[in-house]
């Protein structure tokens, strides 16, 4: 999943849309899901027990607007919505834009790193 996400590009594969306050949606620019609009819930990684240095990414997503009918559970697009996830990810960790943990109510979180 990790080499495609590598050639997505926001801008050109994807557009983050304002959904709400500081909640984002994604757009899919290209290809066979153009024009679909997601919105990704909880993200997590477990470890891979037989390779440390490889995880499993797994996402919550709803379809917010899904103009070619489409199923979330056919595996192509569960694949597809991973690689832009990694792709909005790989980008969040190179400029330091992320939070990590839960929100709490009325706390905005942290927008550092944190080791």
């Known amino acids: 999943m990790a080499n495609e996400a590598s050639m ?5 594969d994807y557009r983050l849309l304002p959904y709400s306050e ?4 994604v757009l899919f620019l290209e290809g ?8 990704y819930g909880d ?5 891979n027990p037989d390779n440390p240095d490889a995880g499993e990414l797994h996402f919550d ?3 917010i607007e899904n103009p070619m009918d489409l199923d979330i559970e056919h595996e192509g697009f569960k694949q597809y919505a991973g690689d832009v996830l990694v792709s909005i990810l790989s980008n ?3 400029t330091g834009e992320y939070e ?3 929100r709490e109510s009325g706390n905005e979180g942290s927008t550092e790193p944190t080791d």
């Not at 500081?22 to 949606?25: A, D, I, Q």
């Not at 066979?32 to 919105?39: F, P």
């Not at 993200?43 to 470890?47: G, H, N, Q």
Request: overall charge negative.
């Open 8 to 12: 997505l590009e926001e801008g050109t």
């Open 22 to 25: 500081n909640v984002w949606s």
């Open 32 to 39: 066979r899901y153009k024009d679909t609009i997601v919105l």
């Open 43 to 47: 993200v997590s990684i477990t470890e």
């Open 61 to 63: 997503i709803e379809l």
């Open 92 to 94: 969040a960790f190179e």
């Open 100 to 102: 990590i943990g839960e």
